[in-house]
């Protein structure tokens, strides 16, 4: 001990190793299962927003009853915390526009997360064909610099495949990146 009386070793709670709630058969027998459910939705929603599916897993990978577990996430569904609506919208706005994600590549994130098929559409509805063609062409202008050194055909190919892997179709990744080449570089663009 320091002439202060603090100890060298830091507290437990300033320790940077995550404490964890468990439940199974190394829990105490005693913990109560919709409170053990109730830490572990808390702990993940201070990390994030999520969905129910994900938090339903959390709770499982515990080992928490399924009812338990349900009982909880009802709860906060009906507190307003667990939304898988608002969680769709957010996710679509940001990474439609900050990634510049497809329609296609969204509903197939959300699916994986656990959104149900009629939310995702909800919230992917907000896209149209215009707005979806104009994240893709804004795309292709913020990477076009990077390539100035190479042709033509290597210029498209790369934003072409840059695209695809966004989740645009090859035909309408095809003809953003034709349409913003023609722009860019004239008359002259033949691939």
């Not at 992917?124 to 190479?150: F, K």
């Not at 034709?178 to 004239?186: I, N, S, T, W």
């Amino acid at each position: 001990m320091s002439a202060r009386g603090w100890t060298s070793r830091p507290s437990p709670l300033w320790t940077s190793e995550p404490v964890l709630v468990t439940a199974g058969p190394d829990a105490d027998d005693d913990a109560d299962p919709v409170e053990v459910a109730r830490l572990i939705i808390l702990r993940q929603l201070t990390r994030g927003p999520r969905t129910r599916a994900q938090l339903a897993e959390a709770c499982r990978r515990r080992g928490v009853p399924e009812d338990a577990a349900q009982q909880m996430l009802d709860r906060f569904g009906e507190l307003g915390l667990v939304d898988d609506n608002a969680y769709a919208r957010a996710w679509v706005d940001s990474r439609h526009v900050g990634r510049g994600l497809s329609r296609r590549a969204l509903r197939h994130e959300l699916r994986h997360r656990g959104v149900d098929d009629e939310t995702a559409e909800g919230a992917l509805e907000r896209i149209d064909a215009a707005d979806e063609e104009a994240t893709a062409q804004a795309l292709v202008l913020s990477r076009l610099p990077g390539l100035q050194r190479y042709d033509a055909a290597t210029q498209t190919r790369r934003l072409t495949g840059l695209l695809t892997r966004r989740g645009y179709s090859p035909g309408t990744a095809l003809a953003v990146v034709r349409r913003v080449l023609a722009d860019v570089q004239g008359e002259a663009f033949d691939p």
